[in-house]
Structures are given as C-alpha cells and as structure tokens.
T-cell receptor
C-alpha cells in the first residue's frame, strides 16, 4: 500500500471555526489531491498540487485553501467552516504522468468532518 | 465540462456476472480508471484503459470505446466480498486530474 496518512481521522467542529486537515505521504509522489465525497455526488476534486508550492483549484474549491511547503505534506484549510462542508475528505497522490504509464491515484484513509 | 454517467445500484447473485456501464463526456481524454470502494473505506485502483478494447485482470475486465465515450467493468464469478461501489473516472488531457462518476453500488446476494 502507498504510504499515505491523513489526520485527524475524525473531527467535529462548530460553524465559523477554522479547520486544517493534513495529508502526509512517504512515496515522494509529485501530485497530491484533496477530494470530498458526499452521497449523490461521488468524489469531487477540491484542490490539487503538482509540486511544492504549486497548487490549483478543482471543481469545488470555494471555501477551501491549500498549502504545500514540502513534498510530503499537503494541507487543506477551511477558513470558516460551514455545515455544507460536512463530508468525508480524501487525500490522494500520484506520480508524474508519463504518456505510457498508469500513474493511478492512491488514496488515503479519509477524514470524516462534521460541522455543527 | 465533464459528465460521467453510471447506474446507481445493481444487484447480482454470488457466482454470477455483472457489467457496470459508464458513459462519459470530457474535455480531452487520456485514459479511464475504475476504482473499487468498500463502505467506509478509501477507493482502490482496479483497472486502467487508454486504448480501445478489453483489458482482463483475473475476475475483472474493463472495456473502452473512445469514439463512443463508453466503458464497462465486468465482474465475473461474483463473490460476497465484491459488494462495494465501483467508480468510473476518466482522466483529462492536461495534468493528472480524474473526474469521478457518482459510483455504482453492487450488492452481491447469496
């Protein structure tokens, strides 16, 4: 299994509070991703990173920010959590995409966030 | 924009075969992935197609037709442990981003 950990694994917080989720990898993969998964919506990309300090928005980035200061860590921050951000958050990693290789994404165990 | 369509749920009997269809429309295409996700767990990689045709991996096979924007995942000799959600995910032409369908929940009954 790819070495990906997420912390915390579970968190309950109140509306308006800041929350930071951490993804840590030991695979030295270039790409890192944050997804959220909600019933009826599947996995949706929030932000992704293609290198240290290189990040870009996904399809549901509003209300979220990210940072990547080291290859192994990718942080997701909710500046002011809202109830609509209650979800399961998955981090994923992949290697640089070559034209003749899979470069599949490997997923972390997920973080269940509840915003009251 | 991206649009991926797959059935929400399918039920099959242990030992049988099930085919999960996926149609997609993407801006650029560079392969299609299938992932398996058991309830409460992370998705895990099952298969990858980038050229037209069938890829076989043991009890699982995946098919791709790029001109039709169509793929299917075939699960043979179903086992109880195959009860899970199966996610179709085409990859765009730029970067390494995947767009996931809503997933097909497969329930295997004895």
């Amino acid at each position: 299994d790819a070495g990906i950990t997420q912390s915390p694994r579970h968190k309950v917080t109140e509306t308006g509070t800041p929350v930071t989720l951490r993804c840590h990898q030991t695979e030295n993969h270039r790409y890192m991703y944050w997804y959220r998964q909600d019933p009826g919506h599947g996995l949706r990309l929030i932000h992704y990173s293609y290198g240290v300090k290189d990040t870009d928005k996904g399809e549901v980035s509003d209300g979220y920010s990210v940072s990547r200061s080291k290859t192994e860590d990718f942080l997701l921050t909710l500046e002011s959590a809202t109830s609509s951000q209650t979800s399961v958050y998955f981090c994923a990693i992949s290697e640089f995409q070559g034209r003749s290789s899979y470069n599949e994404q490997f997923f972390g165990p997920g973080t269940r966030l509840t915003v009251l | 924009g991206q649009n991926i369509d797959q059935p929400t749920e399918m039920t099959a009997t242990e030992g049988a075969i099930v085919q999960i269809n996926c149609t997609y429309q993407t801006s650029g295409f560079n392969g299609l992935f299938w992932y398996q996700q058991h309830a409460g767990e992370a998705p895990t990689f099952l298969s990858y197609n980038v050229l037209d045709g069938l890829e076989e991996k043991g009890r699982f096979s995946s098919f791709l037709s790029r001109s039709k924007g169509y793929s299917y995942l075939l699960l043979k000799e179903l086992q109880m442990k195959d009860s899970a959600s199966y996610l179709c995910a085409p990859r765009g032409a730029a970067g390494n981003k995947l767009t996931f369908g809503g997933g097909t929940r497969v329930l295997v009954k004895p």
